[in-house]
Structures are given as C-alpha cells and as structure tokens.
C-alpha cells in the first residue's frame, strides 16, 4: 500500500495530467469465464496435483475435473501486464484473483475482456484484535483440575462427546493425514504450552498469510489458535486432543 501511493504521488509531481486517471488503491476480485489456452490437461493431474491429492481422489472415487486445473496463464499474463495491477491471490476451484489496483481505467478496460465474468470491488477492512479473549491461552493456568478421565483431563467430555476416545482407543490418531487450518490467524500459536509438542516435532508444514502476505500469522487473530488446540492441543494429564501411546 505505502509503495503503492509514493508511486501515485512521484506521477503527481512531474506528470500532472495523468493524475485524474488515478485513484486511491483498491481491491478487486476477477473472476474468469473458463479455464481455456491451459497448459494442464486433467488427463494428466501429476502436472497441478501432488501425489497424495491424486491418491486421496482415487479412494473416495472423487473425479478429477476441470475445477482442478491452475488459472489460465494466457489470462493472468494479460491482467500482469498493466503496471497498475498486483495480483494477490489465486483461486483455482473459484476461477478468480484478487488484485490491487490504482487505476480505474485498467479495470473498465478488464471488465469488457470476453473471458471475464466479473470484476467485483473488494472493501478492505483492518483486522482488529478482540481484548475479550486476550488471555483466553496463556500458559498462566487458572483452577486446572485435573480429573481421572487420563489422558484428556479437562478435554474429556468434548473428547467423549464426539466419540474420539472410542477412535482412539481403535488406533486412529490421523496418522498420515495433511490438515489444512484456513483462519484469521494464530496468534501465539508458538508459543503456547499446549502446541510445543506440534512445533518440536515438526508438524507444522508450512504457513502462509493470505491478506498481508509476510507469513507473520502468529501475531495475528487468535481464533485459529484455538481450533488447532483441538486438533492437536496436549497437556499431559491436563488437556488432551490425542491419545499418546
């Protein structure tokens, strides 16, 4: 945003009559009308899909379908190539990009391509932090009683409820399974107690910030925090999401 606006204002200063073709930088959505001119072909997936998507589609007989398919080059390349334009993101299952803009002209021009469907004008807002549940995780425990339902301590009803004691006891404990947390942010994640043994052990794959793209997705919203303490949050004897052999 900051590189963004010293550009518009260097434009200002030596090119005055550019000016009024500019605006304030905006978001926009662009969604594509198809999938043509792909380099892939779905008759071969190794090409867009790893190994394990395409092994995980074979067992539950889940067809592999243009859906599937990355964006058409031939279209991201005609969007890149207005100077004016960021493409943020990619969305392949919604055929669409999110851009950053500061030249309306560039958008009206985008909106009569015929392989555009839409051009939608984001609203962006500021993430603010909700004090309410600032302390919701902090490694200061208040009145942990631990009960004699071992290994889940207090976790044991939301546990029994949901039958996971049952499945754990059969062996599954998501061995060899991906999961993807897709939320607002995970703020302290790092460094709570309850995850050290997903950090220690490596668990975490990768990370990625999808608004601000500096992968600094621990200092943000604390919701995804909280649901991957229920995926993967231990304490022994304490709180317990897994059942340790």
Known sequence: MIKSFSFSLIIFFFFPS????????????ITFLD??????????????LSQRAIERRAKFNIPIEVNDLPLSKMYLDSISKFSEITILNQSKWLNSIVISCYDTNA???????????NVFQAKSKTIVKNDKFQNLFSDEKEEIVVNEHFPYGITYNQNHLHKIDYLHDLGFQGQGIHIAVID???ENANQLQALSKVFEE???????????????????????????SVIAGYIEGE???????
Do not use: C
């Open 18 to 29: 550019l000016f009024i073709s500019q605006q304030d930088t905006l978001l926009y959505r």
């Open 35 to 48: 999938k043509d001119f792909n380099s892939f072909n779905i008759n071969n997936p190794i090409q867009f």
């Open 107 to 117: 958008i009206t021009t985008i909106s009569n391509w015929s392989f555009v469907s």
């Open 184 to 186: 607002a942010g995970f």
């Open 202 to 228: 490596g668990r975490i794959i990768s990370v990625k910030d999808f608004v601000a793209h500096d992968d600094e997705v621990y200092q943000d919203h604390f919701h995804g925090a909280a649901v991957l």
């Open 239 to 245: 709180f317990s999401e897994l059942h340790p052999k």
